[in-house]
């Protein structure tokens, strides 16, 4: 009889998440810790590389100058890393390029003030400079968000109903980055996803081994394995005569980094020139920020999840946001030609490997620094074809959902309250950010054409986010709906997340989100 009651009983809520082999604050050995550091290197590499690939050839660039954007973007990605590791959030988060940064990136390369330049070079030079200075003015705002508690107050409304389609959306708003990318070399991508999800799920079960290193490394196998076979398939002549978007999807001897990129180079700030600024530039990458910032909130709180960490609270998220706007600072500096965001795909590689420990995450931005110096060696990594890359984020994005639907332990999923927010919330993020989308591949402006191109772009970026109009829905419902009903308040979670809202509230804090060198006597957290 206690059998059959067991196996009716509920699942008991988990502040922390079990199973993890290595926590926030835990770390493997350092022959373990330095494969896995690599192994976040190459998954970062897919976004390093797609984001300078798309802009630096409209903004007049070359292979030359695309290969040393590709190392800029590297180089700064290591050192925001490494700061937001060490005095941010303390999370082990890679932070990357973000694509939130595209859309302003393109306005100002369109900008009719640079059609008078007749040389590319000089051209992109001027275009680099235009979004340097934008970058900058934007940083500013961010670092304010963050550092002057901005952000504090409006994640301390944040309950587990709504942080749910936040970072549900945070990974699903990236669907068009997955499969349909894989679909450019189906050949190539459909065995990349099939070989992982034997990799990773299948065959350490097979094997009774208490830490599979199938399990572990499966992302590293699964590229080695699929690379050399498009190897093979190039070699053999397999895409001679196919069409020319076929050969730049499939055929790994045709991004151009590898002859295009130093052997030694050391990326410095104002490498382009110095910095221009404009105020429509500004709004508009300030509107981009502010998406960044969303988007980093949802992948903070999976990667606090996914590191066995308790919730994150609202200073330390604040703080992490405040040296996201650092990083931001650095790309306009240097010149990275787009902002800096917790990368979703490193995120869910923590899931995917059991493996949230800070350091591996420190050692991967020390391979980052050191490709983006040595670039020719860099290269070669990043000449992996785009659909191997494509294939990894059906996983990892995947990863980062199911983050999102954990917390709805949390919650009280048989209210018919939590069941409208939470559907709603989802589908108006999905479907709101796809209209934008869709309106302005088809068209080639977006929904909104008011005179001033400046709000416009501002409205694109917004709202082409699923996880900001989602969050914007059910921060705004959570608020509202039923607003001092009795029941809301455990329907929402919100008690389960009460004791992390201040700092020194819960003693486990201390442990995953203090700063090192005892530095929170003179930065506290409350």
């Known amino acids: ?3 059959k009651t067991d196996d009716f009983a509920p699942f008991p809520v988990k502040d922390q998440l079990p199973g993890v082999e290595f926590c926030v604050s835990s770390s493997p050995n350092w022959p373990e810790g330095i494969v896995l550091g690599f192994q976040h290197y190459i998954v970062m590499l897919g976004t390093t590389v797609i984001i300078p690939s798309i802009l630096v050839p409209l903004m007049g660039g070359g292979d030359v100058e695309k290969a040393e954007v590709i190392n800029t973007v590297l180089f700064v990605s290591g050192i925001n890393t490494l700061l937001q590791s060490l005095f941010g959030s303390r999370l082990p988060v890679v932070m990357g390029a973000s694509y939130a940064y595209v859309i302003p990136a393109l306005y100002i390369t369109y900008s009719y003030r640079f059609t008078y330049y007749l040389h590319p070079h000089l051209r992109f030079e001027e275009t680099m400079r235009a979004i340097q200075g934008a970058l900058i003015i934007a940083s500013i705002i961010h670092m304010i968000m963050g550092f002057f508690g901005l952000w504090r107050i409006l994640v301390r409304f944040l309950t587990p109903l709504s942080a749910a389609p936040l970072v549900i959306l945070t990974a699903v708003g990236l669907v068009a980055f997955a499969f349909p990318q894989l679909a450019r070399c189906i050949e190539i991508g459909l065995p990349a996803l ?5 990799l990773s799920q299948y065959l350490p079960h097979l094997f009774k081994c208490k830490r599979s290193i199938c399990e572990q490394f ?6 080695a394995i699929v690379w050399a076979y498009a190897e093979i398939l190039t070699a053999a002549g397999a895409y001679d005569k196919r069409p020319d978007n076929t050969q730049l999807s499939c055929r790994t001897d045709r991004s151009g980094l590898i002859s295009a990129s ?3 180079r050391i990326p410095y700030p104002l490498q382009w020139g110095r910095p221009s600024f404009h105020a429509s530039d500004a709004f508009a990458m300030i509107a981009a920020t502010y998406v960044a910032i969303v988007e980093t909130t949802g992948s903070f709180i999976a990667a606090s999840r996914f590191g066995s960490a ?4 609202p200073s330390v998220l604040s703080r992490g946001i405040g040296w996201q706007g650092i990083g931001v600072l650095l790309g306009g500096l240097f010149g990275t030609a787009t902002g800096s965001t917790a990368l979703v795909e490193n995120t869910g590689l923590l899931g995917l490997t059991k493996v949230g420990s800070r350091r591996v995450v420190q050692i991967a931005a020390g391979f980052m620094i050191f490709f983006s110096i040595f670039g020719k060696f860099g290269a070669v990594l990043a000449s992996i074809p785009l659909p191997i890359f494509a294939a990894l984020y059906c996983v990892l994005f995947a990863y980062v959902a199911s983050a999102g639907l954990g917390l709805l332990q949390f919650c009280n999923i048989n209210s018919f309250r939590t069941k409208f927010i939470l559907g709603f919330s989802i589908f108006i ?14 068209s080639g402006r977006g929904p909104v054409h008011t005179h001033t191109s400046a709000f416009n772009v501002i409205m694109q970026v917004i709202f082409s ?14 608020c509202t709906h039923s607003y001092g009903h009795a029941s809301v308040r455990r329907d929402s979670g919100r008690h389960w997340w009460e004791k992390f809202r201040v700092y020194h509230t819960d003693t486990r804090t201390e442990e995953f989100y203090a700063l090192p060198y005892n530095l929170n006597r003179f930065f506290p957290s409350f």
């Open 1 to 3: 009889m206690a059998t």
């Open 194 to 198: 099939i070989i992982l999800i034997i």
């Open 218 to 223: 499966a992302v590293l196998f699964t590229i």
């Open 262 to 264: 130093p052997w030694v």
């Open 310 to 313: 308790t919730h994150i609270p």
């Open 429 to 442: 993020g999905l479907s709101v950010a796809q209209y934008f989308t869709e309106y302005l591949f088809i």
């Open 465 to 478: 986010s699923a996880a900001t109009v989602g969050i914007m829905a059910a921060f705004l419902l959570d």
